[in-house]
T-cell receptor, first 117, second 112 residues
């Protein structure tokens, strides 16, 4: 089975610019997560989708970050305007439908590394 | 109080020794617990999941869960240099069925 696809793998921008990251989850996985991982720290959940609905976005800085998951498949995470502290790896993960065995076992994509100068 | 806590390390063990990694969590109603391994520059990958009190073994890895103490651990027997990585403890809190919260990770170095 194909894994979780993410792009771009690397992005360098200047502060106050905008950036967008794309994620395509494993086919059939209803739940999609975006995590931010700053160097030396554990992944921090930004937003969680169940199909195309938002389940949790309590940690998403909504003044600059936005995310959508159209048609319950692909997802895009946008940052505008970017700050220096947004430099991190943005990890997309997906999991099986709610209620299924192993529903909350995550499969991660390769990540998108953002550097803000 | 942070939801998931781990010793940040780094933890160094000689090759062939047992590595012991510990994790505590704050949500007493949590039901699912996971250990992920993350090599430098790579994404986390699942090693073990555990849902019931007690031990669960998979090859050289043993996960231990004690819900009363809100404690989960990972033992790696016969540690190999290839086990050198950061180990992330993750918890599914009771408040959300599919939400997964990660700890800060423990860096393990296995010395040949």
């Amino acid at each position: 089975e194909a894994g979780v696809a993410q792009s771009p793998r690397y992005k360098i921008i200047e502060k106050r610019q905008s950036v967008a990251f794309w994620c395509n989850p494993i086919s059939g996985h209803a739940t999609l997560y975006w995590y931010q991982q700053i160097l030396g720290q554990g992944p921090k959940l930004l937003i969680q989708f169940q199909n195309n609905g938002v389940v949790d976005d309590s940690q998403l800085p909504k003044d600059r970050f936005s995310a959508e998951r159209l048609k319950g498949v692909d997802s895009t995470l946008k940052i505008q305007p970017a700050k220096l502290e947004d430099s991190a790896v943005y990890l997309c993960a997906s999991s099986l439908n709610q209620g299924a065995a192993g529903a909350n076992v995550l499969t991660f994509g390769a990540g998108s590394r953002l550097t803000v100068l | 109080q942070k939801e998931v806590e781990q010793n940040s390390g780094p933890l160094s063990v000689p090759e062939g020794a047992i590595a012991s990694l510990n994790c505590t969590y704050s949500d007493r109603g949590s039901q699912s617990f996971f250990w992920y391994r993350q090599y430098s520059g790579k994404s986390p990958e699942l090693i073990m999941s555990i849902y019931s009190n007690g031990d669960k073994e998979d090859g050289r890895f043993t996960a231990q869960l004690n819900k009363a103490s809100q404690y989960v651990s990972l033992l790696i027997r016969d540690s190999q240099p290839s086990d050198s990585a950061t180990y992330l403890c993750a918890v599914n809190p009771e408040t959300s069925y599919d939400k997964v919260i990660f700890g800060p990770g423990t860096s393990l170095s296995v010395i040949p």
